[in-house]
């Protein structure tokens, strides 16, 4: 049995929206985006489960992940109901409901615990440095142990649980009844919009600048963790690895910039409603990149022994980004919608019965 719940629109509220209720239905929002169809009313039909407070509905359904906020729905909308910040906060809210651990939830809803959890590991990175007298040596051998501990941690305890949790909400409740073989024939799907973000490029249409800077910057992010991860950036003496760790971090810091910079002017529908996870993600990978460029150049020209700050500060982003941005912050976006779209392209293959 469907069960209502009227308080849903209020819990909504703290994940980012304001007053979806404005809408009037008037259908100005699926006629003009390309998501919808004569078989699926987009985003209407999210639109009155958010409404109705339709829970079950909404877990259960994959529609936040196909939008990737061109923003045509809000500019459409008459009303300023913001369909488009609607979808966006219904995708964190799905996060929440993932994530077994509870913590993403609290961190989305409360600003006070994330910059105290930020603050707790920070100082967490002083003690250890301070335990080792901040030998750079030591800090850099256990700032690479950490980041191969902390990519096998998150993923065995914290995503392989929680994907099991949105396969469950989304086939196994509804029903979809999918062979092991189909899985496994549509996985390409999977790799091609977690390595290209096609269907960005579908939502933008004509202008695939914001399509192409996704890419660079997925290609440049994970190009970087494997640099840094697997062939010890910070440690090699190979020229051709150093240049690519250069390169990588360069591309990161520049499209970030440019991204940062768009959510100060507000400049595009996407960037209107920014909220604390939208900023800390962007800030995060922009420093990340820098200082990662930095302690790298400190170590060429050998002086980061003398500026050990540098790389203390290097190593305490990486700690909050890979201990609570990664896990329960924004860049779960990109692993669900990557696997919603795969799970979009098993259900469309459901013979009907």
């Known amino acids: 049995m469907t069960k209502v719940n009227p308080e849903f629109a209020t819990e909504l509220t703290k994940y980012g929206i304001g007053d979806f209720n404005a809408c009037f239905n008037c259908g100005n929002c699926t006629a003009t985006c390309s998501l919808s169809t004569s078989d699926s009313s987009f985003p209407r039909e999210m639109i009155r489960y958010t409404t109705l407070g339709l829970e079950d509905e909404i877990r259960s359904s994959l529609k936040p992940w196909e939008c990737y906020y061109c923003g045509e729905c809000s500019k459409e909308c008459p009303r300023q109901a913001n369909p488009g910040e609607l979808m966006m906060s219904l995708r964190r809210w799905l996060t929440a409901q993932y994530d077994w651990t509870g913590l993403s939830g609290l961190l989305y809803r409360s600003l006070t615990l994330t910059v105290t959890a930020l603050l707790l590991v920070a100082a967490g990175v002083f003690l250890f440095a301070r335990t080792v007298h901040f030998d750079a040596e030591a800090l850099l051998h256990t700032g690479h142990r950490f980041e191969m501990l902390a990519i096998a ?51 933008d249409g004509k202008d695939n600048f914001r399509w192409l800077e996704h890419l660079v910057l997925v290609f440049a992010y994970l190009s970087l963790l494997f640099t840094t991860v697997f062939l010890n950036w910070f440690g090699t003496g190979s020229l051709f690895i150093i240049v690519l760790g250069y390169v990588e971090s360069f591309l990161i810091f520049v499209i970030t910039i440019h991204f940062v910079s768009g959510r100060i002017k507000r400049n595009k529908a996407l960037n209107t409603f920014s909220q604390p996870s939208d900023w800390l993600f962007v800030i995060w990978l922009l420093l990340m990149g820098l200082t990662a460029f930095l302690v790298r150049l400190f170590i060429d020209l050998q002086i980061l022994e003398a500026n050990i700050w540098i790389h203390l500060i290097h190593l305490t982003l990486l700690a909050q980004w890979a201990l609570i941005i990664v896990p329960f912050g924004k860049w779960t976006h990109f692993l669900y919608r990557s696997f919603g779209l795969y799970f979009v392209k098993i259900k469309t293959m459901q013979k009907p019965a």
């Open 153 to 203: 941690t998150v993923f065995l305890v914290i995503f392989i649980p929680n994907l099991f949790r949105m396969w469950y909400y989304t086939i196994v409740k509804n029903e979809v009844k999918a062979p092991v073989k189909r899985y496994l024939t549509t996985l390409s799907e999977l790799f091609v919009q977690m390595f290209t973000q096609k269907r960005a490029r579908d939502c």
